[in-house]
């Protein structure tokens, strides 16, 4: 799906009428969650908390820099031989490390451990990296960063100290360190797709052992066993039936298009393997990607290493009731899951994302509604075009104990919105509930805009939000820009309405709390800010003279007092 573009200039009339907040200095009653995301296997680690001969780079927020696509917008950047070590948080055997090489370079990264050169190496590339989409309206190049992991082949306790040491120019970003459980057996009465004639050597093409265990196994289990499996197109007709591997460290499939269906009779479990691909630009008429279609009703998808694709799952047709949890989607050039609408009761919780090119979470309610469908507790972390989770459209849909960080150019940390992008679309009905949600350095510069998108953002785009929208407990930290937003995206003056906000914490933003730029009104209430930039609330509806909005005073607010009273210029983020 593509980004947000949004035609709409800076300049905004001082005759703009600036609503009277009546915001009073109470101490609020409700506080944010103190914990969001999903319960994880590794402890990260950040290059620039490590010990290294390298070069701190950011923090940075500018649009197609390495710092500012980096976790924690701070990275640490060797030359060949130069060298960063890390101290385990708890024991581990494994990591898994964010990095980015320049352009057209590949290398590797040698592994000491304790100070003793190891066996293992890691390898580096630009292969997934620097992409390019100008048919994105704001898009720069972007994508800096990749993934690579190896196991370290011993048992580590914590406190053990872990170096890299560079090939070539490396810009070390974040590691994670895991202790990976030994290698899970086949399930009785499983069919082995080696049985069946595939090569865990990785050098021949598995395909048709694959189909013909799919096949053999309805209503059961296929197992993949440990190994590398070549897959050169995709599969379909999978349905009533279980692929289960060995784990995502162990079972490995690569293929850049693993199932391609466009309806299933359903019933799919997809259960820890890995499915790594090949995809290394973003094209939107391919479907490269991890699932396109249909798993059907009732399936589930848990377990799963999902790398180098387009999209991790884009899921059209039945897919009612699916489950999707305690996967890692890593380095997709575009979303990391979309339920491109009709998506009743689907359930995505406990994954980590990492990465995308696109929203690395998304309902997108084209064609039919997404309803009663929620994302819950998952954790997003460096999106680097577009939004952590976005809703576009959609019925009765809950958003709920997300840890979302790091968002960069033409997104926000969360965006509950009604831009269609195409027809027929489906807009924001019932109640949109988004709660107990935790944000961290998100929202971004819109070159577009030429000004910021608030970390959390309700978006009258293409109609006026009409659903109930209730926002509660939500934490902010360190937004670069703004926390709340309320705008009307394409720059039409619809009404943003029916909001609700009970409870958050704001801790540091570089402008306002609030920042109004479209009709309508909310009520705010035990809302706490501080360390704000500019000024509680910024309150200029666009364009001139399409009304104002109005923040009702629930009570229990502190830090939103003030109001940016020149609607001709944009306060500047400090």
Known sequence: MNAHVRHMTLAV???VAVAATGLALVAPTATAAATAGASLPFSSVEAESATTDGAKIGPDHTQGTLASEASGRQAVQLNAGQSVEFTLPKAANAVNLSYSVPDGQSGTLAVYVNGQ???TTLPVTSKYSYVDTPWIVGAKTHHLFDNTRALLGADLPAGAKVKFEASVPTTVDVAD???????????AGAVSVVDKGADPSGAGDSTQAFRDAISAAKGGTVWIPPGDYKLT????????????????????????????????AGKVGLHDFAVVGEVTERNDSSPDNFVNGSLGPDSSVSGMWIQHLKVGLWLTGNNDNLV???????????????LNGGAHNVQVRDNFLRNQGDDSLAMWSLNSADEGSSFSN??????????GI????????????????????LGSGIAISNQKFADPFFPLAGTITVTGNTLVRTGAINPNWGHPMGALRVDAYDSAIDANVNINDTTFTDSPYSAFEFVSGGGTGKAVQNVTIDGATIDGAGTVAVQAETPGSAKISNVKASGL????????????????FTLNDGGGNSGLDTVWDDCGSWPQAK
């Open 13 to 15: 009339s001082t005759a």
């Open 117 to 119: 050169k190891t066996a």
């Open 177 to 187: 360190f895991e202790q990976v459980a030994a290698a899970a057996t086949a399930p």
């Open 233 to 264: 197109s995709a599969l379909s007709g999978v349905e009533n039936v279980e692929l289960r591997g060995a784990g995502g460290w162990y079972s490995v499939v690569h293929s850049s298009s693993f199932i391609n269906q466009g309806n299933s």
């Open 324 to 338: 999707v949890e305690n996967n890692r989607i890593l380095d997709t050039t575009a979303d990391g899951l979309n």
């Open 378 to 387: 998952n954790t997003i972390s460096q999106p680097n075009l577009a939004n």
């Open 390 to 409: 976005a809703i576009y459209g959609g019925t009765d849909i809950t958003v709920q104990g997300n840890l979302v960080q790091d968002t960069n150019a």
């Open 533 to 548: 930039g500019a000024a509680g609330v910024y309150n200029c509806p666009f364009p001139t003279g399409s009304g104002t």
